[in-house]
């Protein structure tokens, strides 16, 4: 699956998603992203039902890149915050990357990661996303 296909699986996709850790394996070429996932329905009147999240396991492999922009400079990116995502891919974008990206290679998917607290992107090209739900979660 690619990382746009996994996000159609997702009741609002990776909107709001919440990263708390990312590992990237070079010698693995993968990356995996511990995360909270909004899984809440946006029209309910109550919080709870609202704002659920849902800890899981992102990875992405084989990778091929991981592009990080710099953080906007007129956002508090210093300041401790969690870190919330949003993504698509790079051809949704309505202006191109701010950064020079490699060629993607055949069969891979280039999707950008808005970073929120940052106003900037990452930029990731890879060949297959899986989503796996921590144990014990609902």
């Known amino acids: 699956m690619t990382l746009n296909e996994v996000a159609r699986t997702l009741p609002n996709g990776f909107h709001d ?16 992203f511990s995360v909270a996932v909004w899984v809440g329905d946006p029209g309910a009147t109550d919080h709870p039902t609202r704002e659920t999240y849902r800890m899981g396991q992102l ?3 084989p990778v091929a890149f991981f592009v990080i922009e710099p953080p906007d400079p007129t956002y508090p990116y210093c300041e401790k915050d969690q870190i919330v995502i949003d993504t698509d891919e790079v051809k949704s974008l309505r202006k191109p990357p ?10 891979m998917f280039l999707n950008w990661i808005y970073v929120r607290q940052w106003n900037s992107f990452i930029y990731v090209a890879a060949q ?11």
């Open 128 to 138: 297959k996303a899986e989503l796996v739900w921590d144990s014990g979660d609902k």
């Open 98 to 107: 701010s950064v020079q990206l490699p060629p993607v290679p055949d069969g």
């Open 59 to 61: 990875t992405l492999t």
């Open 17 to 32: 998603c919440v990263v708390h850790k990312i590992n990237l394996d070079y010698s693995k070429h993968e990356i995996k």
